[in-house]
């Protein structure tokens, strides 16, 4: 079983742990050793036992908040997972009926009459562009 030594505070503990679990235990032994480090700075040299409390007890505060903030984003995610569930098996909405405006026969039969007219104007002008031509 390896054994290393980690530094917390400043101070150093020999530490065995399973094979392969050193960085690990080498990264949980930096966590305690910020946390140590904060109360050193804050509140100065204190003894070991209770050094190692008080850094474990802002660590076990900061897991709980952390703790606390994925049970709201997993409620969050199980709320938003339930209604897109609701969403797949509703069925699908109805089709939206859209009215297309009818043109009045007689405004047709105004427009044809008015197309007519400009086809014989059309045809009277090219006659006279030809005779003039000539």
Do not use: H, N
């Amino acid at each position: 079983m390896p054994e290393i030594t980690i530094e917390i505070g400043g101070r150093g503990f020999d530490v065995a742990c399973q094979p392969g679990e050193e960085p690990f235990l080498r990264s949980a032994a930096k966590m305690l050793d910020d946390e140590a480090q904060v109360l050193s700075d804050q509140i100065g040299r204190m003894p070991e036992a209770r050094m190692l409390l008080m850094a474990g007890l802002l660590l076990a505060d900061k897991t709980a908040a952390v703790e606390d903030r994925i049970k709201d984003v997993e409620a969050q995610l199980a709320a938003r997972d339930a209604e897109l569930e609701k969403l797949k098996s509703a069925p699908p909405p109805e089709p939206v009926k859209v009215e297309v405006p009818v043109v009045p026969e007689e405004a047709v039969k105004g427009l044809a009459a008015m197309a007519d007219e400009a086809e014989k104007l059309a045809g009277r002008l090219e006659a006279r562009i030809e005779a003039e031509k000539s």
